[in-house]
């Protein structure tokens, strides 16, 4: 069992910056990918960002350009810079890790809100 937990959300004005982070409770290393993903209220969850192993990343297409993910595998912590918010980054933000293509665990949640 792989416990996450997200920090990092909270109100910002458009136009502004924040930076997501998911603390796994053991090591990432070896993991298949780990992921960050977004929800509102009635609508699918989505993809925002993904890195694989080996490092390669995958956005969604309404983030690409702001908001860049990366890994840190010494300290098992993965980050979300997210640039140039919008309203309609308004969202759940949920950590995704995934140790093989098969299996994936959730984080509870961190909610960004990006308001004036």
């Known amino acids: 069992q792989v416990q996450l937990v997200e920090s990092g959300g909270g109100l910002v004005q458009p136009g502004g910056s924040l930076r997501l982070s998911c603390a796994a409770s053991g090591s990432i290393f070896s993991f298949y990918a780990m992921g960050w993903y977004r929800q509102v209220p009635g609508i699918q969850r989505e993809l925002v960002a993904r890195i694989s192993r080996g490092g390669n990343t995958d956005y969604g297409d309404s983030v690409k350009g702001r908001f860049t993910i990366s890994r840190d595998n010494v300290n098992n912590t993965v980050y979300l810079y997210m640039n140039n918010l919008k309203p309609e980054d308004t969202a759940v933000y949920y950590c995704?890790?995934?140790?093989?293509?098969?299996?994936?665990?959730w984080g509870q949640g961190t909610q960004v809100t990006v308001s004036s």
């Open positions: 995704n890790a995934k140790p093989t293509p098969v299996v994936a665990y």
